[in-house]
C-alpha cells in the first residue's frame, strides 16, 4: 500500500457552500449534526473526507464562486488513488492573525494494524485568505492506492486536528472499504 503525505503548495480558499456559524450547515443554511468525520468544539470545525476525485485539488482551486462537489468515497477499487482532505473552520487567529494547527494523522488496516502513523503535523501555519469562519483547507492531503497485496476490506483514516491558539482539539474519522 502506498500511503503518504504530501504538502499541497496552495492556499486556502474560501467554500460558499458550508456558511459557518457556530457549526457546519448545508448550502441552504439548515444546521448539519456532528458525525465521525465532521464535528465542532468551542466553535471550531474540522472535517475529514476521503475522495477518489483525481482533480480534487483543481475543484478547490476554483474559488470561492463554485461549491466543489467532493464526492466521498465508501468503497475503493485497487488501482485507483484515494485522498483524504483535512478541512477546518472558525480556527482562533494570533494577534498577528495567523492560525496555527496541529494533527495527528493515523491510517489503520482492516486487521487493526497501522499503515501510516505520524503525530504532531503542521496542518496549517498563517494567515486565511477567507474570513475566519469560511472553511479553508489544511496542508497535509493524505493518498492512498490500494497494492495487490494490501488486506481487503475496512481501512480506518483519524484525524486529531488541534487549533493550537484556541486550545481545541477535535478528533476526526473517515473509513472506506478496500475492495
Not at 466521498?72 to 498577528?96: D, M, P, S, W
Not at 494547527?101 to 494567515?127: H, M, Q, W, Y
Request: hydrophobic share 40%.
Amino acid at each position: 500500500m502506498n500511503v503518504k503525505r504530501f504538502v499541497a503548495a496552495m492556499g486556502c480558499l474560501l467554500l460558499t457552500g458550508l456558511a459557518w456559524s457556530q457549526g457546519w450547515h448545508d448550502a441552504e443554511g439548515r444546521p448539519m449534526p456532528d458525525t465521525p468525520s465532521r464535528r465542532a468544539v468551542s466553535g471550531f470545525g474540522g472535517w475529514v473526507i476521503t475522495t477518489a476525485d483525481p482533480d480534487w485539488a483543481k475543484k478547490w482551486e476554483a474559488g470561492p464562486q463554485s461549491i466543489p462537489p467532493f464526492n466521498e468515497v465508501k468503497a475503493l477499487k485497487r488501482g485507483v488513488t484515494a485522498y483524504t482532505l483535512i478541512f477546518f473552520a472558525n480556527a482562533k487567529e494570533t494577534r498577528q492573525s495567523a492560525v496555527k494547527l496541529a494533527c495527528d494523522i493515523k491510517v489503520t488496516r482492516p486487521d487493526g494494524s497501522e499503515s501510516f502513523s505520524e503525530e504532531n503535523v503542521e496542518c496549517f501555519d498563517g494567515k486565511l485568505r477567507g474570513p475566519r469562519g469560511a472553511m479553508s483547507l489544511a496542508v497535509p492531503v493524505i493518498s492512498f492506492l490500494g497494492e495487490p497485496d494490501d488486506p481487503a476490506g475496512v481501512w480506518w483514516v483519524d484525524v486529531v486536528l488541534r487549533d493550537t491558539v484556541g486550545k481545541v482539539e477535535l478528533k476526526l474519522r473517515s473509513s472506506f472499504t478496500l475492495e
